[in-house]
């Protein structure tokens, strides 16, 4: 009856439009009246408790970093670069716009920022060469979803706090899968293209041209080898290196591409503080309604449930994928890793699954969520640069979706994409 009022009354909230942190809070303080398993005190000390941890510091610096380096003129060169590189090939805009949120992504760590970031100035250029807006869209929804999967990642973060797992390999692993999910988005960009017949740019790009857009793109490419470089040579722990993103952007903004004003800066704090308010909120919320699944040993009851299903891995794998999936469409990716992996994690353990390789393949499979309705954070974001309705962008997203699925799928049976580069490291 406990589970019932716990999940129920999160259904209720969530169905009547309360935002996702404050309905798992409610939910649990449901939970808590009705039961009396647990003081009320309880609900406000895990509040609290949660955010009281240094690698957790991280994303509100990841969030921060990834605001300035939005506006201080990386995108646009990261964009000149990617079609230096593809822009004569057909379908090159679209491509190169995937690469373009694939390169942001490993300066962002966050999927929505990825899209409002490289959508404002991709998918009004990709109508003006001729795409239509729903395809584009579409394109840079779906490639914003790489966000969270090519390091620094904010859902990694949580994962590795949640599962004692280590930040930073959880970044390290985080690199191959992201380069295949863009593959997977690019192959069907390229198809798509094809039938369409979106050629690329007339002229053939000359080396040279394309070592100008590299060097002018250089500072911006050069963050992830200093983040990932630092991190993994044991110079400083992912928390600081998300400091260490934020100076450099500042230093990048300011000095270097010289686009970033102070007078920006007001609004670069306000609009990353609303959002660390809003993921910390979740945060925060969801681990009092995960420590309150554990109180009430739902997460033992759950992982035994599904191991009397079958003791194929494989099925079993699958089937939790499956649930990812599903969760995905309807919960934020911060809170279902946090509600999901003291549940899930064990079972993956005890079927041969590395915690890392498990990771990955939960990281991915959520951000899915981030291009799935009702949730579909990405299609909301496309939708508010683009004015098209959600409806017309989720049905372009389709193609997008399963190229996504796919790759999580080779993800779930090549372990070695997401364990190969630790391996380095041992």
């Not at 041969?352 to 951000?367: K, Q, T």
């Amino acid at each position: 009856m406990t589970v019932a009022v716990l999940f129920g009354s999160f259904a209720l909230f969530l169905l009547i439009s309360v935002p996702i942190g404050i309905a798992l809070g409610l939910a649990t303080l449901v939970t808590i009246l009705y039961s009396e398993s647990v003081p009320l005190l309880f609900l406000m000390t895990e509040l609290i408790t949660s955010l009281d941890s240094f690698p957790i510091m991280a994303v509100p610096f990841f969030i921060l970093a990834g605001e300035i380096m939005g506006k201080g003129g990386i995108s646009e060169r990261l964009f000149n670069f990617a079609n230096a590189l593809v822009g004569s090939k057909t379908g090159g805009f679209a491509i190169a716009t995937i690469i373009t949120c694939m390169f942001f992504a490993a300066i962002s760590g966050s999927g929505p920022a990825t899209v409002a970031a490289i959508g404002s100035i991709m998918i009004p250029a990709m109508v003006r060469k001729g795409y239509d807006k729903t395809f584009a869209t579409a394109t840079v929804a779906a490639a914003g979803s790489i966000g969270v999967i090519i390091p620094p990642s904010i859902p990694m973060v949580i994962y590795g706090v949640t599962g004692g797992a280590s930040v930073g390999d959880m970044f390290i692993a985080g690199i191959l899968p992201g380069i295949l999910v863009g593959i997977g988005l690019m192959t069907w960009a390229y198809i798509y293209s094809k039938k369409k017949g979106y050629r690329g740019t007339l002229e053939k790009t000359s080396l040279s041209y394309i070592g100008k857009t590299f060097w002018e793109a250089k500072w911006a490419m050069v963050i992830p080898i200093i983040i990932l470089g630092g991190i993994y040579g044991g110079k400083f722990t992912p928390t600081e290196a998300a400091v260490i993103a934020v100076v450099y952007g500042l230093i990048s903004g300011f000095f270097l591409y010289r686009e970033l004003k102070l007078k920006d800066l007001p609004k670069l704090l306000v609009d990353s503080s609303l959002t660390t308010a809003t993921v910390l909120i979740i945060v925060g919320t969801a681990t009092a309604f995960g420590k309150l699944l554990t109180i009430e040993q739902i997460p033992n009851q759950i992982a035994e449930w599904m191991l009397t299903l079958t003791e194929n891995k494989i099925i079993l794998i699958l089937l939790i994928t499956l649930l990812l999936l599903l969760v995905g469409c309807f919960m934020d990716t911060l809170a279902a890793i946090i509600i999901l992996t003291p549940i899930l994690l064990p079972i993956a353990s005890n079927i041969g699954y590395d915690p890392i390789h498990f990771g990955i393949i939960m990281v991915v499979s959520l951000a899915i969520g981030f291009i799935t309705p009702p949730l579909g954070v990405n299609l909301f974001v496309g939708s508010g640069i683009s004015g098209l309705s959600i409806e017309k962008i989720s049905k372009a997203i389709v193609p997008f979706f399963f190229a996504m699925v796919l790759s999580v799928l080779i993800i779930i049976f090549i372990p070695e994409l997401s364990l190969w580069l630790i391996s380095f490291g041992d």
